[in-house]
């Protein structure tokens, strides 16, 4: 794992009138602060990367559907320096699960080729309120560093 980086498994509690996911509370051992939540949709065949927080912890856990998660170190001085990851993250079983993206980490997302959904939702429980001076985007195909998205028509 890329050094900073958390996968936690979450619990789905489910009874016939449906179920309760948890995602995040203040008695985590990898909760930092709280800065707000959002919500982001991504439409299938779509890339939402590259981007880059400064100070912002991410808390990525996807809602509806699934979502492949790109991460690549770029910090200089990092122990992973370079190093890649790919996480599917998703909205039951097993790939129902939080992950924690330090600052200065680049990501992005996908939903997976060949995945029946068309429209996936990624929650963010992000440490710091959004700040646009505090974040840095990335078009993929001018990443510094080769990352293999597979095929998409549109980034950003």
Known sequence: MIDG???T???IISDHRGSVRHMLKTTDPHFLAFGEVYFS???TGV???WHLHQRMTLNYACVVGEIVVGLVDLRFGSPTFKQQEMHVLGASGESYQLLTIPPMIWNGFRIPEGSAFQEAMVANCA???HDPKEISRIHPNDFPEPFDWGT???AG
Do not use: D, E, G, H
């Open 5 to 7: 980086v958390i996968l």
């Open 9 to 11: 498994p979450l619990r």
């Open 41 to 43: 949709t991504v439409k």
């Open 47 to 49: 890339v939402k990367a």
């Open 127 to 129: 440490t710091l309120p």
């Open 152 to 154: 998409y028509w549109t």
